[in-house]
C-alpha cells in the first residue's frame, strides 16, 4: 500500500535515501540513508558543514535529482515512482524554490516572474489565487514595483521577488538554498523573517539550506547533517548553541 506525505500529517519526506555521486574510487557517498520528514507548517532548518549533503538532499525532497536508492514523497506523490514528465508536474505543484542567486527570469517584470510557476504548470490563477498574490506583493514590500524588472531591484527585493514567487502557488513545501548567501546581514535578516512570517502565520512548509548559525534563529526544527547522515534533529537552538553544536561534530569527525 502507498503511504503519501499527507497520510502521515507531513509535507514532504524521505525513507532510506542514498545518493552516490561517481563509481569506483572517485565515488562519494553524499548520502547515507537518510530518513526524515518535514512537518507541515513547520520552518524547518537543514544544517551541516560545507560538502555535509545539504542541497544534495534538498534537491532530492524537491524532486530536482533521483536518488541511487530510497524513496521520495512530496505531497501527495511518490517522487521515486514518477516518470520524468509526472515528476516535473508534481514538482511544480509540490515545490516553491528560493535560491541563493535569486534566479529570476531577467526579461520578465515582477508581477510576470510572480505569476511564472502558474504559466508553466498551464493553469490560470484562480480569483482566490489573485488575491493571495495581491497580499504577498503588499507584504513584500513590491507593490511600487510590480512593473520592474529585476535588473532594476536590490538584492533584498530581488529575493522578496523570489519569496512571492515560491509562495504564490502555497506548495508543499519551499525549499530555500542559502536564501541570505547573497545579501548583507540586514536585508538577510528581512528575508528569514519574511520566511518564518509565511510559516507562522500562513502555515506554509519551509526547509531551508544554510551553513549559517544566524540563518537558523526563526527555525522550529533544526535537522544537521554530517558526512550525508542526520546526526541532528531537535527543536529551535539558539545561534551559539547552532554553532557548538557544528563545532561539536566538526571536532568528532
Ligand atoms: N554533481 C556532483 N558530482 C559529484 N559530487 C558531487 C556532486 N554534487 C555534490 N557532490 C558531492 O557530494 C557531497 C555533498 O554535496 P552537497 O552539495 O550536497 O553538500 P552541501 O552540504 O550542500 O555543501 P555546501 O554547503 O558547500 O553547498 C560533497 O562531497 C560534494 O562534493
Redesign the pocket.
Known amino acids: 500500500m502507498q503511504i503519501s506525505s499527507n497520510d502521515l500529517g507531513l509535507a514532504a519526506r524521505v525513507a532510506g535515501l542514498t545518493?552516490t555521486?561517481?563509481t569506483g574510487d572517485g565515488a562519494?557517498?553524499?548520502?547515507d540513508d537518510v530518513s526524515v520528514g518535514i512537518r507541515r507548517g513547520e520552518f524547518t532548518a537543514v544544517i551541516?558543514?560545507?560538502?555535509?549533503?545539504?542541497?544534495?538532499?534538498?534537491?532530492m525532497m524537491a524532486g530536482l535529482d533521483t536518488p541511487t536508492a530510497g524513496r521520495a514523497w512530496l505531497g501527495e506523490y511518490e517522487l521515486t515512482a514518477l516518470g520524468d514528465r509526472a515528476l516535473t508536474k508534481a514538482r511544480r505543484r509540490g515545490a516553491g524554490f528560493v535560491f541563493q542567486s535569486f534566479n529570476l527570469v531577467p526579461v520578465l517584470d515582477v508581477r510576470a516572474n510572480i505569476l511564472l510557476p502558474f504559466e508553466l504548470d498551464g493553469r490560470r490563477p484562480t480569483a482566490d489565487d489573485e488575491a493571495w498574490i495581491e497580499r504577498l506583493i503588499d507584504s513584500l514590500g513590491l507593490a511600487a514595483r510590480v512593473g520592474h524588472r529585476p535588473h532594476e531591484l536590490s538584492g533584498g527585493q530581488q529575493q522578496r521577488v523570489a519569496i512571492a514567487r515560491a509562495l504564490a502557488t502555497r506548495p508543499d513545501v519551499v525549499f530555500a538554498?542559502?536564501p541570505t548567501g547573497n545579501l548583507d546581514t540586514r536585508t538577510g535578516r528581512e528575508v528569514l523573517a519574511l520566511l518564518a512570517e509565511a510559516s507562522s502565520s500562513h502555515g506554509q512548509s519551509i526547509a531551508m539550506?544554510t551553513?549559517d548559525p544566524v540563518a537558523t534563529s526563526h527555525a522550529d526544527r533544526i535537522v544537521m547533517?554530517s558526512d550525508?547522515r542526520i546526526v541532528h534533529d531537535g527543536g529551535p537552538l539558539s545561534p551559539t548553541e547552532v554553532a557548538d553544536l557544528m563545532l561539536s561534530v566538526e571536532v568528532v569527525r
Open positions: 545518493k555521486y561517481g562519494v557517498m553524499a548520502l551541516g558543514a560545507s560538502g555535509s549533503g545539504k542541497s544534495t538532499l534538498m534537491h538554498d542559502e539550506v551553513h547533517l550525508g
